[in-house]
């Protein structure tokens, strides 16, 4: 399984400013994604980063607020932009890996914005 | 319209007291049934993958079973430990769906 590690784990962020998120995987993985978890609430795919391209978004994220990158085949970054209490959450890199189509998931970024 | 939907919401048991969370899908042309633990404050920690009616998959205390409309993920003597929210996702053609969980706390 793929090894998933985020950083940071954890920050405080002051309105109005940009966060950038890294997420690294230890293995080459063709699908790299990126969710929103809101305190209490199931997982939100924010979007789906593409090596080499821009990433695709799903319906109510767009690019000028959560820019993303993908350089590689292990590497991915999410900006949150422009940040106001309401983006306050937890953010998750995901890959899938194998031909089973399971997804992994990174330990999280926890970012509450004041 | 594509779903997935898990039951109880939150489930209260006694350490040793055995019980089954539910996950039922209406996702059209499915890939896989996955379920997951999550601590709070922490990603997703991936359990198993089912593919098709009938399959089973067990670790440890839990085991998970997969029928054509719903999974069920069984709790066999739980521990303190177990307590966890536990996720359900589906694949469907072109993307993952998730549940909303199930919250479990095992008192001792």
Redesign the interface.
């Known amino acids: 399984s793929a090894v998933i590690s985020q950083k940071p784990s954890r920050d405080i962020c002051q309105r109005g400013t940009s966060l950038t998120i890294q997420c690294q995987v230890d293995s080459q993985v063709t699908m790299m994604f990126w969710y929103r978890q809101q305190p209490g609430q199931s997982l939100t795919l924010i979007a789906t980063a593409n090596q080499g391209s821009e990433a695709t978004y799903e319906s109510g994220f767009v690019i000028d607020k959560f820019p993303i990158s993908r350089p590689n085949l292990t590497f991915s970054t999410l900006t949150v932009s422009n940040m106001s209490p309401e983006d306050s959450s937890i953010y998750l890199c995901s890959a899938q890996q194998g031909t089973g189509n399971t997804i992994y998931f990174g330990e999280g970024s926890w970012l509450t914005v004041v | 319209e594509d779903q997935v939907t898990q039951s109880p919401e939150a489930l209260r048991l006694q350490e040793g007291e055995s019980s089954s969370l539910n996950c039922s899908y209406t996702v059209s042309g499915l890939?896989?049934l996955?379920w997951?633990r999550q601590d709070p404050?922490?990603?997703?920690?991936?359990l198993f993958?089912l593919?098709s009616a009938g399959e089973e998959k067990e670790k440890e205390r839990l085991k998970a079973t997969l029928t054509k409309k719903e999974s069920f993920l069984h709790i066999t003597a739980p521990k303190p430990e177990d307590s966890a929210t536990y996720?359900c996702?589906v694949?469907g053609i072109n993307?993952?769906y998730?549940?909303?969980?199930t919250k479990l706390n095992v008192k001792p």
Not at chain 2, 98 to 101: A, D, L
């Open positions: 890939r896989g996955f997951y404050g922490k990603g997703p920690e991936f993958t593919y996720l996702a694949s993307k993952f998730f549940g909303s969980g």
